[in-house]
């Protein structure tokens, strides 16, 4: 098997193949990192790939997970973004004014609080 697979191949697998291979990178990311304490690993770039296998697999499992993505067969490419259409550019939006207050719901206030008041003072 090859050491680094692509995300088209990743899709293509099955989830316990996923989950399979999701526990081998991360034995390798644990050797690697072995290595690399014990001043043994010659090639520090393996670090980083192996996290990006990893990364990887995990990206292609949440998103089986969250139901974005679905196993892709093997016989059918992946089908490419179709490039934006030409549209017509959207008309900028009328700006907002704000209508002024009526003048009856302010006078209709002041007449509740003079009866107020008013009622207030003839207790007195």
Known sequence: ???TQTLNELRTMEGSELDARLKEVRTEL????FQAATGQLEN??????????IAQVLTVLSGRQLGIEDIV??????????????AEPEPEPE??????????????????????????????
Do not use: C, Y
């Open 1 to 3: 098997m090859k050491s």
């Open 30 to 33: 644990f050797n690697l990192r």
């Open 44 to 53: 520090h770039r393996q670090i980083r790939n192996v996290r990006r296998q």
């Open 73 to 86: 067969s093997a016989e059918t490419p992946l089908a490419a973004p179709a490039p934006p259409a030409a």
């Open 95 to 124: 700006p907002l004014v704000e209508e002024p207050a009526e003048a009856d719901d302010a006078t209709e206030a002041d007449d509740a609080t003079d009866s107020e008041s008013g009622q207030a003072e003839e207790k007195k």
